[in-house]
């Protein structure tokens, strides 16, 4: 694999919120995106391949969502030691992950200039970040999983 370790050292995580079926069981309004639906966070590797993810209801926060995916690799790769994350998950999450999984969550901001209100310089590629927004472009391209459509999801 390009001459790396089998083993990820770092992570990217990130979440997307999802439209779910009439009939899914799993609902919830995500205010930020103004959508009703679920919410799926996933975490890959420096190359875009998808490590965990999680499942949830789209009314919880970025930042409690990504604890539900940090417990759940919290043995399964012993050498992550850094994941990148956007601004939605900074605040205390940074010192959590420390603490409770022994890594470094470092949050990626976009550019002074990309913040301006009216500023309209067009497409800017943030560094890292862009492996877990192609993750989950790719995602979203396949009819079965443009839309949430699972009545009883089931995480493993």
């Known amino acids: 694999m390009e ?5 990820p050292s770092a992570g990217i995580i990130d979440s997307q919120t999802v439209k779910t ?9 995500d205010a930020g995106k103004k ?3 679920c919410k799926r966070h996933i975490l890959v590797d420096t190359m875009g391949l998808i490590l965990m993810v999680v499942v949830h209801t789209a009314s919880i926060q970025d930042r ?13 790769f ?5 994941i990148w994350a956007d601004a939605g998950y900074a ?5 959590w992950v420390k603490y409770f ?3 470094g969550l470092e949050i990626i901001k976009r550019c002074v200039a990309c913040r301006r209100r009216h500023r309209t310089d067009g497409f800017k590629v943030l560094p890292r970040r862009w492996v877990v927004e192609r993750t989950l472009a790719s995602l979203g391209r396949y009819r ?3 839309k949430d459509y699972e009545y009883y999801p089931i995480n493993l």
């Not at 012993?78 to 850094?82: C, S, V």
């Not at 605040?91 to 010192?95: A, E, H, K, T, Y």
């Open 91 to 95: 605040g205390s999450l940074v010192d």
């Open 35 to 37: 959508i009703n639906g």
């Open 144 to 146: 079965r999983l443009s």
């Open 64 to 76: 409690d969502g990504a604890k539900l995916v940090f417990d759940k690799i919290d043995h399964l």
């Open 3 to 7: 001459g790396r370790d089998i083993e």
């Open 78 to 82: 012993p050498k992550l030691d850094l």
């Open 101 to 103: 999984i022994g890594c």
């Open 21 to 29: 079926t009439e009939k899914a069981g799993v609902k919830g309004y």
